[in-house]
C-alpha cells in the first residue's frame, strides 16, 4: 500500500491468533490485515485476506504466500486464452495468472486457484524459488502481441475506517479425478454447465472476412454432421460495433439462419462485443458508453485488433444494457451459437465506475450471454477467445486455448498484409498442444479448452497437410473439450479420405462430455525458465 510491501513477519507487526484459522497483523499506523483459512473439502483450505486501515490510503496489491511447500515444476496460465500456458522451473524466479499446480512431477503437488471469479483484479502467482508460492490480486494488464503485459497495482483507495476484502483463494492437494479445472472457480450452484460437445465449420480460416451466407449453407451441406454448427465469422458487418450486416452481404442473418436450419443444421456468428471501430455509427452515436483513459479522458485504444479500437466500458449500466440488446437481437434472429472474440478488452484499464476492470468484463459477458440465451433457440452456445478463463465461469461453453490455427489470413479495412496468406504449420500445432495439455489440467470441463479449427484442404497460398500432420491435427481438436471445427471452403477441395476421417472425427465429438483429454501427470515434460515466453516457445517433445 502507498508502494510500501507490508508483511505478518515484520517486527513492527503485532501478529495474533484466533484458534487455527485467524491471523491478525497489526501495525502502529493502525493498518490491520487478516487472514483467515478454514477447510473446504477433505484436502483444500479456503484463505481469505483483508485489509483495514485508520488512514485513507492506496492499495496496490493484497494476498498471501503460501510456503514450506517443496517443488521442482509449476504449471501455469497465462493471463488470457491467447497466452502462453505451460510448465516453469518452479526454481528460477517466474509468474502466472489466475491458478497452477505448484509440485514435483510424479510427486506430491498442491493446485492454487480463486474461490469464485475475481471481483478485485486478477490474481498474479510470483515464486523465486522453489520453496515459496505467492498469489495476490493486481490490476488488469495492458495486452502485447503474443505477451502479457506486466501486472500494474490495484491502485485502489481505502478510505480511513473502510475494509478490503481479497479474492479468496483455494489451496488444495492436487486432485487428479476432479473433472473441473484445477486453475479456476469451481462453477457455483447457479453457473451454467457446459453443455455436451458440437462439431461443424467455421469460415475465417479458410475465407476470411470474404465470407458469404451462400458459402456458410454450403459449408452446412458438405462439411458440418446432422445437428452440428456452421458459423459465419468476421467480416459481415461493416465496422466492428456496427454489429448488421453490411450492405453487400449476401443475407439478413435472420434469413441465413433459417437457410441453415433447413439443412438440419445450426448457425454460429461472430461477434467482438467490447470493441467499436472508431469510425463506425456506433462510436459516434455511443460514444457515452466507452472507456475512458484515467489521465487524459481519451477513449481507450485496443490495439490487438487489425487496427486500433475503442472499448465498450461495461462499468457502466446503458454499456451492458446496450451489451444486452446486441444479445437479445442475436437470439431473436435465430443465431444457434455466439463466437465472442477479443474479450480481454473487456478488461483493459481505464476509469470504471464501481467496479473493477475485470468485474466489468464478467459484468458485460454476464449481460449480453443471459439475455441471448433468453431469446436463442434451444441448445444455443457460446464460446470465447482472447479471453481470461477465470472471470467466465459459468457464463461460457468453451474458450480457444492458444493462437489462431491459421495465421496472416488478410483482414477487412486495413491494408494487405504481405504473402504469404493462410498460413499454418508444425509450430503452431506444437504450441497448441503445449496449451491444450496444460489448459486441460488448469481449466479442466470448467471452461472446456479448444484448440481453434483444423484446415484439410489447401488454404489460400498453403498447401494441404500432409497426411500424418493432418492426422495428428484432427486428434488434437478431438482431445480438446471444446467444439471441434473444420476450415475448409466449401468448395469439394476436400478430398474423399479426409472428408472421411473427418467425418469420423467429428462423429467421436458430437455430443460427448466437455471434458478435455489430459495427460497423466499436470508437470510431466519439459519445463522453460523464460518468464516471458512466446506461444510458440515450447518445449522440445509434444506434452501428451
Known amino acids: 500500500m502507498d508502494g510500501e510491501v507490508r508483511t505478518s513477519r515484520e517486527a513492527r507487526a503485532a501478529v495474533t491468533m484466533r484458534g487455527a484459522g485467524e491471523l491478525r497483523a497489526a501495525w502502529p499506523d493502525g493498518i490491520v490485515a487478516v487472514l483467515r483459512a478454514r477447510r473446504d473439502g477433505a484436502a483444500a483450505w479456503r484463505v481469505d485476506c483483508s485489509v483495514s486501515t485508520r488512514h485513507a490510503v492506496r492499495i496496490g496489491a493484497v494476498g498471501v504466500h503460501v510456503d514450506e511447500l517443496p517443488a521442482t515444476r509449476v504449471l501455469v496460465d497465462g493471463y488470457h486464452s491467447w497466452d502462453w500456458a505451460g510448465v516453469r522451473d518452479a526454481t528460477a524466479a517466474g509468474r502466472g495468472w489466475w491458478g497452477c499446480v505448484w509440485g514435483t512431477p510424479?510427486?506430491?503437488?498442491?493446485?492454487?486457484?480463486?474461490?469464485?471469479?475475481?471481483?478485485?483484479?486478477?490474481?498474479?502467482?510470483?515464486?523465486?524459488?522453489?520453496?515459496?508460492?505467492?498469489?495476490?490480486?493486481?490490476?488488469?494488464?495492458?495486452?502485447?502481441?503474443?505477451?502479457?503485459?506486466?501486472?500494474?497495482?490495484?491502485?485502489?483507495?481505502?478510505?480511513?475506517?473502510?475494509?478490503?476484502?481479497?479474492?479468496?483463494?483455494?489451496?488444495?492437494?492436487?486432485?487428479?479425478?476432479?473433472?473441473?479445472?484445477?486453475?479456476?472457480?469451481?462453477?457455483?450452484?447457479?453457473?451454467?454447465?457446459?453443455?455436451?460437445?458440437?462439431?461443424?465449420?467455421?469460415?475465417?480460416?479458410?475465407?476470411?472476412?470474404?465470407?458469404?451466407?451462400?458459402?456458410?449453407?454450403?459449408?452446412?451441406?458438405?462439411l458440418v454432421p446432422p445437428g452440428g454448427v456452421a458459423l459465419l465469422d468476421d467480416g459481415w458487418m461493416p465496422l466492428w460495433g456496427d454489429w448488421r450486416e453490411r450492405s453487400d452481404f449476401d443475407s439478413a442473418l435472420g434469413d441465413l439462419a433459417g437457410a441453415v436450419h433447413a439443412t438440419g443444421r445450426r448457425l454460429g456468428v461472430w461477434l467482438a462485443p467490447f470493441l467499436v471501430d472508431p469510425q463506425s455509427r456506433t462510436a459516434a452515436e455511443r460514444a457515452h458508453l466507452l472507456l475512458r483513459d484515467a489521465r487524459s479522458g481519451d477513449p481507450v485504444q485496443q490495439v490487438r485488433a487489425p487496427r486500433p479500437q475503442h472499448v465498450i466500458d461495461a462499468s457502466l449500466p446503458a454499456a451492458r444494457a446496450h451489451l444486452a440488446t446486441l444479445g437479445r437481437r442475436m437470439g431473436r434472429l435465430g443465431v444457434d451459437a455466439l463466437k465472442l472474440d477479443f474479450l480481454f478488452a473487456g478488461a483493459l484499464p481505464g476509469a470504471r465506475t464501481g467496479m473493477s476492470d475485470v468485474a466489468a468484463l464478467r459484468a458485460g459477458v454476464a449481460a449480453l450471454v443471459r439475455a441471448y440465451r433468453s431469446t436463442a433457440p434451444r441448445g444455443s452456445r457460446v464460446f470465447a477467445c482472447g479471453a481470461p478463463a477465470a472471470p467466465l465461469v459459468g457464463l461460457v461453453d468453451a474458450c480457444r486455448s492458444g493462437d489462431d490455427s491459421v495465421l496472416n489470413v488478410p483482414p477487412a479495412n486495413v491494408p494487405l498484409p504481405p504473402r504469404p496468406w493462410y498460413l499454418h504449420g508444425d509450430a503452431t500445432l506444437r504450441a497448441q498442444s503445449r496449451n491444450l495439455a496444460a489448459r486441460s489440467w488448469l481449466w479442466g470441463a470448467t471452461v472446456p479448452p479448444d484448440v481453434d479449427a483444423v484446415s484439410l484442404a489447401q488454404v489460400g497460398d498453403t498447401a494441404a497437410p500432409a497426411e500424418s500432420y493432418a492426422r495428428e491435427w484432427l486428434q488434437l481438436a478431438v482431445d480438446s473439450g471444446g467444439p471441434l471445427l473444420d476450415a475448409d471452403a466449401p468448395d469439394g477441395r476436400v478430398a474423399g479420405a479426409r472428408l472421411r476421417m473427418l467425418r469420423r472425427a467429428q462423429g467421436a465429438v458430437m455430443r460427448q462430455s466437455a471434458r478435455p483429454r489430459r495427460p497423466h501427470d499436470p508437470l510431466s515434460g519439459s519445463a522453460l525458465a523464460d518468464d516471458d515466453a512466446g506461444f510458440h516457445d515450447f518445449p522440445g517433445e509434444l506434452p501428451r
Open 106 to 222: 510424479r510427486g506430491a503437488a498442491t493446485s492454487v486457484a480463486l474461490v469464485a471469479p475475481p471481483k478485485l483484479g486478477p490474481l498474479l502467482l510470483r515464486w523465486s524459488g522453489g520453496a515459496a508460492l505467492a498469489a495476490f490480486s493486481v490490476g488488469a494488464p495492458p495486452q502485447l502481441r503474443h505477451a502479457t503485459g506486466p501486472p500494474p497495482l490495484l491502485g485502489v483507495p481505502l478510505a480511513a475506517g473502510a475494509t478490503l476484502h481479497g479474492d479468496p483463494v483455494r489451496v488444495s492437494a492436487l486432485e487428479r479425478r476432479s473433472p473441473w479445472g484445477l486453475g479456476l472457480p469451481r462453477p457455483g450452484p447457479r453457473d451454467r454447465r457446459p453443455p455436451p460437445r458440437v462439431a461443424g465449420w467455421m469460415s475465417w480460416n479458410c475465407l476470411g472476412p470474404s465470407a458469404s451466407a451462400a458459402d456458410v449453407v454450403a459449408a452446412a451441406r458438405t
